[in-house]
């Protein structure tokens, strides 16, 4: 065990992307302990989570509170060793963890909590890996305008060597795509006890959860968050993700958010994000949302900069202009065109108002 957790402390260090490794399953997780519902003598167990330096990953631990917390202003500050994370090197290594918002746990359940954290320096000022804080602050400006987002999340799941697509013949590969998506049958769908555990257990800790489907390339399957006002979208998208990670874990299965996890003629995973204001969502409102679609051409190169964590690279494996993506080079947008950086829904011109959907971001 300490040799398990030596190696992996010291490969952390030269992290970049972490290539997951099967963890042994020791049969002691969840309801299969005998020790998971002795009480807990009115402690709490709150699991603080943030983005490590990969800006895609996930990190926690547990700390103990002596009682349940009303408001998030109620949970200390903590820390950890960005030197093991990919965010700090030497001898200043401490990052400092801010709670941002907290959820229902729904694996320890009970009054123990997930804890979404924002990553700090050690002078107080927000890491460089932290977007959350300059998005607060865009957010708080906009705040009149009262912008939604209601987030897609397409993933792949993998085998527990977090290579091989979950369920995928050991050698070779399954019949074109064409049948799986939204599909059932055991020759349609694999993984489908992970989905329907995932969305049992946003709904239980308070995530927006609003549908999920499977999708174009076996293995492959959608969750959406939403519709979330201002930061809240990237809150629960960040807690959503990391309860699917956990609960896949039960299954000895690794979740990938890569855009495009496998070559060829297999759809890669986007990130739709369907966005409206105050102003869009009512009569009139496809005019604004046309000039917002102007206002985005022109940022279009900076914005796809920000859509993955390594400046736009990841998302060139998948913004190719085929499998119903865009290209990454112009911005496009149309009227029920799944083929543009950006779609207005047919029912959106019908009615005249209502949300776009920008269909070329990622992570
Ligand atoms: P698609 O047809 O692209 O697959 P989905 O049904 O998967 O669409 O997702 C649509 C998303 O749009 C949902 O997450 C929903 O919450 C979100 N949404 C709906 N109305 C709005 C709105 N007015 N503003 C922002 N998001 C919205
Ligand atoms: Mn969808
Ligand atoms: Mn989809
Ligand atoms: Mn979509």
Redesign the pocket.
């Known amino acids: 065990m300490i040799d398990r957790l030596s190696k992996s402390r010291s490969s952390a260090r030269k992290i970049n992307k972490i290539i997951p490794t099967p963890v042994a399953d020791d049969g002691l997780d969840g309801k299969s302990n005998p020790f998971f519902d002795l009480d807990q003598n009115g402690a709490v167990m709150a699991y603080y989570i943030w983005i490590d330096g990969t800006g895609e990953n996930m990190r926690g631990k547990t700390r103990t509170l002596q009682r349940k917390p009303t408001s998030v202003n109620e949970l200390p500050e903590w820390n950890y060793d960005g030197s093991s994370t990919g965010q700090s090197t030497g001898e200043n290594s401490d990052v400092l963890l801010r709670p941002v918002a907290f959820y229902r746990d729904p694996f320890r359940r009970g009054d123990n909590i997930l804890v979404m954290c924002e990553t700090l320096c050690p002078d107080g000022s927000p890491h460089p890996t932290n977007h959350r804080f300059g998005c607060k602050e865009k957010m708080d400006k906009a705040y009149a305008h009262r912008p ?5 999340q397409e993933y792949t799941m993998l085998d527990c060597n977090g290579k091989h697509p979950y369920g995928w013949p050991e050698n070779g590969y399954p019949g074109p795509q064409g049948p799986y998506y939204c599909g059932v049958g055991a020759n349609r769908v694999h993984g489908r006890s992970i989905v329907e555990a995932h969305y049992r257990a946003c709904m239980y800790a308070g995530i927006k959860i ?2 999920s489907n499977a999708e174009v390339m076996p293995s492959q399957w ?1 969750y ?4 979330c006002e201002g930061v809240e979208m990237g809150d629960m998208l960040w807690v959503s993700r990391w309860i699917l990670c956990r609960v896949a874990e039960e299954f000895n299965v690794v979740i990938s958010f890569d855009p495009k996890p496998i070559k060829g003629d297999w759809n890669g995973a986007g990130l ?1 994000t ?3 204001t105050e102003a869009m ?1 009512h009569p009139g409102g496809l005019a604004v949302i046309q000039d917002a679609m102007s206002r985005f051409e022109k940022m279009h190169i900076e914005h796809i900069q920000a859509y993955d964590p390594n400046g736009g690279e990841d998302n060139k494996r998948r913004l190719t202009g085929a499998h119903e993506t865009a290209s990454i080079h112009e911005f496009s947008y149309g009227v029920a065109n799944r083929g543009a950086s950006v779609r207005i829904p047919r029912q959106v011109e019908k009615d005249g108002f ?2 776009f ?1 920008a269909t070329c971001l990622q992570r």
């Open positions: 939604w987002f209601g987030i897609e609003a549908g959608e959406q968050v939403g519709p739709h369907n966005i409206s969502r209502g949300y959907e």
